[in-house]
């Protein structure tokens, strides 16, 4: 009986460790046909993206798009001796810092002189030009420098003109596709209206971006013309006065012309009449008394 449960417990033994090399293998054949877990941490990153270097150069792009815009403008006004003089001055002086000139007026009259000039500087260079400009001027009439925000109008005006082209395309797209002429003509309406629209945005927008660029300056400079004589002053307004009356004169003879004519042969007629009359009498005989 011994020798039977030991044999028994044996053939247990062995066929536990026989059922044990089964099923090793197996468990490896599944493990090394089973695909690999899922890269849970690459797809993450796929649908958010990693944060730093993108982030840097989306904020990068955004400040760019709202970076401050401002327009420059400004008006001075000032007494100079020599008005020739400044005005080289201050033509040399766009002139050098790569500005243009809008408008040159010239302004004489009998008590002074003056001239307005506007000029377009860029926007960098304004301070460095008025400097120059006004060189050795230290009495201001009159001093004004305004600088207007109009970030939120660029960025404005710019999100429109985009959006406006996006529609633009999208209908392009459609009329590529249209199958019928009534659809066709209807496209091409919109976009008709769209290109204008776009061309009218364009222009403000390229109006507003010159604005920003260029500051422009307003420089009016004047000088007095006083008369030395008080005397010449008053020949000179008493010839004025002599010439209006004469224009006046004539204006009123102008008017009366007609009695003057009637006037002027009346005159004739009497002074014909009156010769005739000494010459008739010229010419009768004389009586003598014996």
Do not use: W
């Given at each position: 009986m011994k020798k039977l449960a030991i044999i028994a417990i044996?053939?247990?033994?062995?066929?536990?460790?026989?059922?044990?090399?089964?099923?090793?293998?197996?468990?490896?054949?599944?493990?090394?046909?089973?695909?690999?877990?899922?890269?849970?941490?690459?797809?993450?990153?796929?649908?958010?993206?990693e944060p730093e270097p993108r982030s840097g150069s989306a904020a990068d792009a955004s400040a760019e798009k709202v970076a401050q815009k401002f327009i420059k403008t400004g008006r001075i006004e000032f007494e100079t001796e020599d008005v020739d003089l400044t005005r080289?001055?201050?033509?040399?002086?766009?002139?050098?810092?790569?500005?243009?000139?809008?408008?040159?007026?010239?302004?004489?009259?009998?008590?002074?002189?003056?001239?307005?000039?506007?000029?377009?500087?860029?926007?960098?260079?304004?301070?460095?030009?008025?400097?120059?400009?006004?060189?050795?001027?230290?009495?201001?009439?009159?001093?004004?420098?305004?600088?207007?925000d109009v970030t939120a109008q660029y960025v404005d005006t710019e999100s429109r003109?985009?959006?406006?082209?996006?529609?633009?395309?999208?209908?392009?797209?459609?009329?590529?596709?249209?199958?019928?002429?009534?659809?066709?003509?209807?496209?091409?309406?919109q976009l008709g209206e769209i290109r204008t629209d776009i061309?009218?945005?364009?222009?403000?927008?390229?109006?507003?971006?010159?604005?920003?660029?260029?500051?422009?300056?307003?420089?009016?400079?004047?000088?007095?013309?006083?008369?030395?004589?008080?005397?010449?002053?008053?020949i000179a307004d008493a010839l004025g006065e002599g010439a209006d009356n004469i224009r006046a004169f004539v204006i009123v003879l102008a008017g009366i012309w007609p009695f003057v004519l009637l006037a002027i042969g009346?005159?004739?007629?009497?002074s014909w009449f009156k010769k005739r009359r000494e010459a008739s009498r010229k010419a009768a005989p004389s009586l003598e008394i014996p």
């Open positions: 044996i053939l247990t033994l062995a066929g536990c460790s026989a059922r044990q090399n089964e099923s090793a293998p197996a468990v490896e054949v599944d493990l090394t046909a089973m695909p690999p877990a899922p890269p849970q941490q690459t797809m993450e990153a796929i649908a958010s993206p080289e001055t201050i033509l040399a002086s766009v002139k050098a810092n790569g500005g243009y000139i809008g408008r040159d007026d010239e302004e004489r009259s009998g008590s002074a002189i003056s001239y307005t000039i506007v000029a377009h500087v860029p926007a960098a260079r304004f301070e460095t030009f008025l400097s120059s400009a006004t060189k050795g001027v230290t009495d201001f009439r009159h001093k004004s420098i305004s600088n207007e003109l985009k959006t406006k082209k996006e529609i633009e395309n999208r209908y392009r797209a459609l009329l590529i596709k249209a199958s019928t002429v009534q659809d066709i003509l209807e496209i091409e309406e061309e009218a945005t364009e222009a403000q927008f390229k109006q507003l971006n010159r604005d920003v660029k260029y500051a422009t300056l307003h420089i009016v400079f004047f000088r007095d013309i006083q008369t030395s004589s008080p005397f010449l002053t008053e009346l005159v004739i007629a009497l």
